[in-house]
Structure formats: structure tokens, C-alpha cells
């Protein structure tokens, strides 16, 4: 008896220190033991064990074949030197249209688990697609995953040669393939025999100016690769690496002085060019290079309209007393389209006031006694587009739209402050709203005329941004104290020109066909300060709201 009990004592006591758990998903079993997380589980579970979706961040792949959500990289957020790296992989299709993160990973089972981040990305170069692959290498925040320049290029490059090892093993196959054909009969060897291929040990070849002069620190160095075996290129400058898209690059710099760039090409086979050294005159002279303004195009669009959208859109170029904002018309009419072709607004939902239309009178009928009906409470999406003056109150403390008959010198009672705007729109509780001001507060229009006489230089404060309501996302054409301005190749402002540029797809960075606040904010600071500059001017847009809250599909 006490032999027996000594038995199942020892027999507990194991129990006890080799536990395990197990997990089941669709009827397939999981270990987790000892707390190490074995490849198979279901993805969601992983997430769950890594301590949730707050404490992970994740990366959406794309497979080969452009297939979406194919992978997933699970990072945990730590910032720990030695981290580990998850890669789930697609074999369910119970949750493909869902937009919760969880939800989508219950289709994903973990594939591969990673300590080193060389590894991890050569690993993800040879299972995903090259627009993959590019925003990668172009994009991709390498800190969080202890990746440097060095280390993304030498996992490239063993990439290349895993797929070139490949290339060559399928040449073996097919080579024994072929030998027990040609053992059957003639007629039979005729049929069937393969023409093998040869594995492309040629290297690529650049094309690019050898000498080339810029006007400013800040420059693009632009060229061709060409390669006969290979239809994915990429590009090595010091560091970096780039993806040639259809076998072209452009990549940014910046220099002070004269520089030399070395520049090689890659196939994808790893076959390497010889350097090809560009010669760069960096001359800082005051002629300017005025680039090709391509024309607003928004039947590149084509939203279906929505029940729960509404737009406003004013436009006021010729002022009663005030001098004009030109082009401020042609802007308000474009962007009527852009908010119908774009997103999805019907045409009964849409009000558009051009100059005498947008008296002060006007402007208050529309937002008093057209609107509200227009507004489901929590269901409707308001857009507003303003196009005209702004001005701030003379101690900076209240921003100003200005109507079409407002007098600059009595703005609380013949313009439209941003508070009384806010609080109109925000008693009716649309879902949310989007707004986008091209104009500025500064006094000055957009031909530098002022819009007082006696104008003085106003010091705005901070505290204009902090009123700005939750569910609210506005863009702003330029800083508060300076000039919005207007583009006269495209005759439009410089910031409606690239808003609407923007959204027909320009402004999409990871080609998702959906374009984020942030997109478009990073789109209008890569355009919008370099146009003014042109003109002697400073002009920075701004964003209040969420970046990364989608704007617009298309």
C-alpha cells in the first residue's frame, strides 16, 4: 500500500513540473509547453499568448502572386535587443472581408518563428511580391525589427541566392525528368521532352547620366536597369537598396557639395552590375526648374454613392471688399466632382456656393436649414471644402472664414468664426467630418495682397489647434502665419491642386487602394513647401485628426 502510494506521489510530482496545456483549433492540437510557442498554432492564439493586440504590432504580406492578407508578421513591441519574430501564414478563408485585426488572424496558422531579422527578411523576400518587397526596402520603420540598412541588403541578397539555388534544383529536375522520357519511344519522347532553361548568371546593366548638375541640396537621381533574365531589378546606393519599378528608379538626396554616387544593379539571381559612378554638381543659383504640371483628372474615380454622405463646398474668389482669391472658383467646382466620383457623395447631398452664393446670409441658411436634414445622428460622414479668405481676430485669438460680403474690419459680425462652424455642425452629431481650408490667417491673399489696409503682422497662438472636436479631421493649406498660395500652371491653390492630385491615387504610398490621412498629409508636405518655395514663399499644410484613419477608397 505505501509502495502504491509512494507511486502515484513521484508519478504527481511529474505531473506537476512537466505541465502542459493544450489548444485547439479546428480540431488540430497545439503544444505550448514550458512557455515556448511552437509553429502550427492558430495566429490569433499566438496573439493572445504574446500578451494581445496591444502588445504586438503587425505586418499584413502580400504572397507572390499579389494574394492579400497571404502573411502576416506578428512583432512583439518590445524594445528589448533580442526579440523574436512570428510569420504566420493564410490557410483559411472564414474571415477574409473583416476589418478586425483578431478576427482576420483566426484564418492564419504561424509558419515560422525568428530570432534574427537577417533571416526573417530573406525568408519573407523569396514568399512575397515584389510591391512587397519594395515597400520594404523603401519604407519599412527598420528599428523595430533590430534591422539596419546593412542588414536588410544582406538579406536581400541571400534571398536572391536561395531563389537562384532553387532555380537551379528545379534545372536538375527536370534534366531527370527528361532523361526517362527519352528511355520511352520517339513518337512518346517528341510529346513530352522539356526545353530547360538556362539560370540568368548575366549581370544587369545601368543606364544613367554620368554628369549631371542640380540646383538645390535637396535632388533626385533618376535612370534605367536592364536585364534580359530578370523581371525584378533593384538598385544599391551606399546602403540602401531600391526597388527599380518596370526597370526605372528615382532616388532622393541630399548634398551640400559636390558629390560622387555609386550605383549598382541587382537581379534577381544576385548577379551584381559593375559600379556606375554619377558625377554630381550641386549649383545653388536662384534659376528655377519649374516641373510639368500634370491636369486634374477625377474621373480616375469611381465611387459608388453612399446613402450617409454629405458635402459642402464653398469657392469665393471675387470678394465684395476684399481683394480676390484667385482660382478659388475653379477649385470649389473640381472638388465637387472629387467628392462625387471620389467619395461617394450623391449629387442631392452636395451644396455648392460660388461667390455671390456664399454671402454671410447664404452660408447660415445652408448650415442652419439645408444641413440638418442632410444628417443622420452617428450615421452621416460630413465633408467640407473652403476655397477663399480666412482671417484672425486682431489679438489672435479667433480664426475667421470669410464669406463673400464680409467686412474684414467687423469680423465677429460679417464672418464665420471656426468655433461658431464646430458648434453648428457638432449639435447636429454626424458620424464624422472632414474638412479641408484652403485659405490662411495670415491677412494676405494669395497674390500678397493684404486684406486690411492697415494691416499689422498677428501673432496667432497655439492653443488655435487644441478646440478641435474628436471625431473631426481638418486640413489646413499652410502654418497660421503664412500665405496660402495659388499654382498658376494649374490655376488652382497649390494645397487644393495636390489634395485633389492626392486622392485620385498619388497620395496612396503602400498601393492598398485606400489612402489614410497620414498618406495624404505626408503627399501634400512632399509637394505643397516645395511649389512655394518657388514663389519666395513658406507653406506648410497641416493635419488635426487621426493619421492613420482611412480618408478615402478607391
Known amino acids: 500500500m505505501i509502495k502504491k502510494f509512494l507511486y502515484l506521489f513521484i508519478i504527481y510530482n511529474l505531473l506537476i513540473n512537466y505541465s502542459f496545456s493544450q489548444i485547439t483549433f479546428d480540431s488540430q492540437k497545439v503544444l505550448i509547453k514550458n512557455n515556448i510557442i511552437y509553429e502550427g498554432i492558430s495566429c490569433d492564439e499566438l496573439t493572445k499568448l504574446l500578451g494581445g493586440t496591444r502588445q504586438v504590432s503587425t505586418l499584413w504580406l502580400e504572397g507572390k502572386q499579389g494574394q492579400k492578407r497571404e502573411y502576416v508578421l506578428v512583432n512583439s ?66 528599428e523595430d525589427f533590430n534591422i539596419d540598412h546593412e542588414g536588410m541588403s544582406l538579406a536581400l ?68 536597369i536592364e536585364d534580359e533574365g530578370s523581371d525584378i531589378l ?12 518596370n526597370g526605372k528608379f528615382s532616388i532622393k538626396r541630399f548634398s551640400p557639395i559636390d558629390e560622387k554616387v555609386s550605383i549598382v544593379g541587382i537581379d534577381q539571381w544576385g548577379n551584381e552590375s559593375k559600379p556606375k559612378i554619377v558625377n554630381v554638381t550641386v549649383s545653388l543659383d536662384e534659376t528655377l526648374i519649374v516641373d510639368k504640371i500634370d491636369k486634374l483628372n477625377p474621373s480616375k474615380l469611381k465611387s459608388v454613392p453612399k446613402k450617409y454622405k454629405t458635402a459642402i463646398i464653398f469657392g469665393i474668389e471675387n470678394y465684395e471688399k476684399s481683394p480676390m482669391a484667385t482660382y478659388a472658383n475653379l477649385d470649389a467646382k473640381y472638388f465637387y466632382e472629387y467628392a462625387r466620383k471620389g467619395f461617394g457623395v450623391s449629387k442631392q447631398n452636395i451644396k455648392l456656393l460660388i461667390d455671390n452664393d456664399a454671402k454671410l446670409t447664404n452660408t447660415f441658411v445652408t448650415l442652419e436649414k439645408w444641413l440638418p436634414p442632410k444628417i443622420k445622428k452617428n450615421q ?7 476655397a477663399g479668405h480666412g482671417l484672425a481676430s486682431s489679438n489672435g485669438e479667433e480664426l475667421y472664414i470669410l464669406p463673400q460680403d464680409s467686412d474684414p474690419d467687423l469680423l465677429r459680425r460679417t ?20 474638412m479641408f481650408f484652403d485659405t490662411c490667417y495670415s491677412g494676405v491673399s494669395r497674390e500678397e495682397q493684404t486684406l486690411l489696409a492697415d494691416a499689422r503682422p498677428i501673432r496667432l497662438k497655439l492653443e488655435d489647434q487644441s478646440d478641435i472636436p474628436k471625431n473631426f479631421t481638418i486640413f489646413s493649406a499652410s502654418g497660421l502665419d503664412q500665405i496660402s498660395s495659388g499654382l498658376k500652371e494649374a490655376k ?12 485620385e491615387g498619388n497620395a496612396d504610398i503602400n498601393s492598398d487602394r485606400k489612402i489614410t490621412n497620414g498618406e495624404l498629409l505626408s503627399y501634400l508636405n512632399d509637394h505643397v513647401p516645395l511649389k512655394a518655395s518657388e514663389l519666395g514663399r513658406k507653406q506648410t499644410p497641416s493635419l488635426a485628426g487621426d493619421p492613420d484613419k482611412i480618408l478615402m477608397r478607391y
Open 380 to 386: 452621416t460622414d460630413l465633408l467640407i471644402f473652403f
Open 157 to 224: 541578397q541571400k534571398s536572391v541566392r536561395e531563389k537562384v539555388s532553387e532555380k537551379k534544383q528545379a534545372k536538375k529536375v527536370e534534366k531527370k525528368q527528361t532523361k526517362k522520357v527519352e528511355k520511352t519511344t520517339e513518337v512518346k519522347q517528341e510529346e513530352v521532352k522539356q526545353v530547360v532553361t538556362k539560370v540568368d548568371e548575366k549581370s544587369p546593366t545601368i543606364i544613367i547620366k554620368e554628369n549631371i548638375t542640380v540646383n538645390d541640396t535637396s535632388y533626385t537621381i533618376s535612370g534605367k
Open 234 to 245: 533593384y538598385v544599391k546606393v551606399d546602403n540602401d537598396i531600391f526597388a527599380a519599378e
Open 415 to 434: 464672418a464665420l468664426s471656426r468655433k461658431e462652424l464646430f458648434d453648428i455642425i457638432l449639435a447636429l452629431e454626424p458620424k464624422s467630418v472632414t
Open 77 to 142: 513591441d518590445n524594445k528589448s535587443e533580442f526579440k523574436m519574430f512570428y510569420v504566420c501564414k493564410k490557410f483559411r478563408n472564414n474571415n477574409e472581408n473583416t476589418d478586425k485585426l483578431i478576427k482576420a488572424m483566426r484564418d492564419q496558422d504561424l509558419e515560422k518563428i525568428f530570432e534574427d531579422p537577417v533571416e526573417l527578411f530573406a525568408y519573407i523576400f523569396t514568399i512575397t511580391s515584389q510591391s512587397t518587397s519594395k515597400y520594404i526596402l523603401s519604407r519599412l520603420s527598420k
Open 492 to 503: 488652382h491653390g497649390i494645397f487644393s491642386y495636390y489634395v485633389m492630385k492626392g486622392l
